[in-house]
């Protein structure tokens, strides 16, 4: 049995288990390391991650710590790490993993041997397939925030190519530091596939209130230092920033052989198809109660689903059966949503809109799959239990 950690009695059941590995030093990989010894756990515990940084909020880099407002911030400091006997191994990367022998082999040339292996290896930035693609700013992590801040120069201007949610934020940070912004949107409108149309309009106008050019229906077909290339000219920017999505982090795992399929595919309790290998967080398309295979890419999958692979890893009924949460904040866009809503679905809104304090329901044969407060706090629990339910809509209300 490896050495315990002062002040963890280990708990019966998993004094079998003498190592874990979590490959990936993100939230969900953190999250994973503190429910562990939560949960009493108290062999062996590495946590190994490319970037330098210990793990950290990622949120607040298209937000506060991009207008200059906040730092970012750890999860937690370095000391946390040792006085709970953790192997923090930052700027490290796993090059391969042999779920055969039970090894993670790091880029060092050093092997780890696990009981109970975590892939945490989250999501990269989608490049996209036209020139000059590589020569933008990309944000994923707190290097590309860093580099971008320094870019984004008061009257500088900036074009999203991506009307997404970090393409908003990115276009609200840059507003605010005095900047020009420019939305380029492939579809209709911007997040039109998941507020659907009425909403997707309220958001754009906002954004184009507080100055942000919105073009819609634009296609890019090359990127310069000083522009985009469009089906119709190109776009002078000072500042290019691509915002097209992510790509899952699946290349460990599909070298080692375990099912990939737009992601790792996991079970209910987040078991990949290799023995003792568990996937959470951004990588993961995990099998959900009712809704099917899903991957979510928010802070709030990567914090539960974390949580849910450590209590796993240590034989605990647990199964992934919440419904999908995630927030934004966009000029007075500031929302929290639960539920998974479809184009089709009937939207009812109660509250305030033109005051950006209101409640929006999406609706599905009567059913809430989904529900939204924006500008209106600590109802989100209160939406969360409606969800599944079927009430009369002349009785939903704004919740205040
Ligand atoms: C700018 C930005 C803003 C966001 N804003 C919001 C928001 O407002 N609301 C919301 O709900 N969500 C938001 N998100 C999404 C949320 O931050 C992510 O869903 C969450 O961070 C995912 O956590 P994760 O641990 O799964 O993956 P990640 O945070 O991506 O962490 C994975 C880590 O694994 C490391 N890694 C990868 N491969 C290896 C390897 N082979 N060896 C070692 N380490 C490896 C990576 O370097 C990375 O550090 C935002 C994300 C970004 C980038």
């Given at each position: 049995m490896a050495d315990h950690v002062e002040g963890i009695e280990d708990v019966e059941?998993?004094?079998?288990?003498e190592s874990i590995v979590i490959v990936g030093a993100g939230l969900a990989g953190a999250k994973a390391v503190e429910t562990l010894r939560e949960e009493g756990y108290a062999g062996t515990l590495t946590l190994v991650g490319s970037?330098?940084?210990?793990p950290y909020e990622r949120?607040?880099?298209?937000?506060e710590f991009l207008k200059g407002d906040a730092d970012f911030s750890l999860l937690h400091d370095e000391a946390w790490y040792a006085e709970h006997d953790v192997r923090l191994l930052t700027?490290?990367?796993?090059?391969a993993l042999d779920p055969a022998t039970g090894t993670v082999r790091l880029e060092s040339g050093e092997s780890l041997a696990y009981d109970r292996l975590l892939i945490a290896t989250g999501a990269r930035a989608r490049v996209p397939?036209?020139?000059?693609?590589?020569s933008a700013y990309f944000l994923r992590d707190v290097t590309d925030a860093r580099r971008l801040k320094e870019a984004i120069t008061p009257g500088s201007r900036v074009v999203l190519v991506g009307g997404g949610w970090i393409g908003l934020e990115v276009a609200a940070a840059a507003r605010a530091l005095g900047a020009q912004a420019v939305v380029l949107e492939?579809?209709?409108?911007?997040?039109a596939g998941v507020l659907g149309p009425d909403l997707a309009r309220y958001v754009t106008d906002l954004h184009i209130q507080h100055g942000v050019e919105v073009r819609t229906g634009v296609t890019v077909t090359g990127i310069r230092l000083d522009g985009v290339e469009t089906g119709d000219g190109t776009i002078a920017a000072d500042v290019v920033v691509v915002a097209t999505g992510v790509v899952p982090e699946t290349t460990l795992a599909e070298a080692a052989g375990i099912s990939v399929n737009g992601g790792i595919i996991v079970d209910q309790q987040l078991r990949?198809?290799?023995?003792n290998v568990y996937a959470a967080g951004d990588v993961a398309v995990a099998r959900h109660a009712t809704l099917g295979a899903l991957r979510v890419e928010h802070w709030d999958n990567a914090i539960r689903q974390g949580e849910l692979a450590a209590q796993a890893m240590l034989?605990?009924?647990?199964?992934?059966?919440w419904q999908p949460y995630f927030f934004t904040d966009q000029f007075e866009f500031s929302m929290e949503y639960v539920g998974r809503s479809a184009p089709e679905d009937q939207v009812v809104i109660r509250g305030n809109q033109p005051g950006n304090e209101f409640i929006a329901y999406w609706l599905r044969d009567g059913t809430i799959a989904a529900g939204m407060n924006v500008?209106?706090?600590?109802?989100n629990d209160t939406l969360r239990k409606l969800i599944g339910t079927s009430p009369d809509p002349d009785t939903l209300t704004d919740l205040r």
């Open positions: 059941g998993i004094g079998d288990i970037e330098p940084e210990p949120p607040q880099l298209s937000k700027g490290t990367t796993a090059a397939q036209v020139p000059g693609a590589d492939r579809g209709e409108l911007p997040l990949t198809s290799a023995p034989g605990r009924h647990v199964s992934y059966d500008g209106i706090w600590d109802v």
